[in-house]
């Protein structure tokens, strides 16, 4: 069995410097490029999709439609759920991540982006950022929407999700994909790695390059690889890391 992880191409918030979080933004040129990258890699490989998983904000849906008529993957087939929704960014959703460590320092932001239990400060609610006010999201039990959270939340609200897609999938076996976010996909990696709180603080994933994990036949994790040579994916990592500081 193979699961590839891969986060969305780049946002026009990502271009911005923004916190995203929930807020619905779409791809850019360079975006849809690396969506077509990783679909163009995941041929090149031979990878032969089985299931594809996607959240339900725009930047992951596109990426993933255009991954999926560049490998010839049924749309119709495509899975949307929730919980692989972006960390929710409370208050900071929409400031410029570099503007916001002048401000709070970069260690502040460090903390708020890349901790574990440390949540931003959250929202109110009449705020129109509350998930709530976005029709997109009126299928989800109101007591389950985010005001703002950490990586332990967000693990928590995937967990659901999680434990009943990757029985499904040990099952089904073959070769599974699934399209999200920085911190939705650092929190599949914490679980598959079972990375501790304080190796979670360093983990950048890029976005629009795919993540192989390959399992053996007692579902163990033998090998795990990024499709992209290690010169460019340290580039693209360095971008990640670098987000949060003073420019």
């Not at 594809?52 to 008529?69: D, F, G």
């Not at 959250?122 to 976005?134: A, E, G, S, V, W």
């Not at 890029?206 to 990024?226: A, H, R, W």
């Amino acid at each position: 069995m193979k699961l590839i992880l891969l986060r969305h191409g780049e946002s026009q918030w990502n271009l911005e410097n923004r916190f995203t979080g929930w807020h619905d933004v779409d791809l850019t040129k360079k975006g849809i490029e690396e969506a077509e990258f990783s679909a163009k890699e995941i041929i090149k490989n031979n990878l032969q999709i089985n299931s594809v998983y996607t959240s339900l904000l725009k930047r992951a849906i596109k990426t993933t439609k255009i991954v999926s008529n560049i490998i010839g993957f049924p749309e119709n087939n495509i899975n949307y759920e929730w919980r692989l929704n972006e960390r929710h960014y409370g208050d900071l959703q929409g400031l410029n991540k570099s503007e916001t460590a002048a401000k709070f320092g970069e260690n502040q932001v460090k903390i708020w982006r890349r901790s574990y239990d440390i949540a931003p400060p959250l929202i109110k609610q009449n705020d129109k950022r509350h998930p709530k006010f976005n029709k997109k999201f009126n299928n989800i039990e109101s007591t389950l929407l985010p005001r703002g959270e950490s990586l332990k939340e967000v693990i928590e609200r995937l967990i659901p999700f999680w434990e009943q897609y990757f029985e499904t999938i040990k099952n089904n076996k073959g070769v599974h994909l699934i399209v999200a976010h920085s911190n939705s996909l650092r929190a599949i990696v914490k679980i598959l790695d079972k990375l501790n709180e304080k190796e979670i603080v360093s983990l950048n994933i890029p976005t629009g390059v795919p993540l192989v994990y390959y399992f053996d036949s007692s579902f163990n994790i033998f090998k795990k690889e990024y499709l992209i040579e290690n010169s460019e994916l340290e580039k693209k990592q360095s971008i990640v890391k670098n987000q949060g500081k003073i420019q």
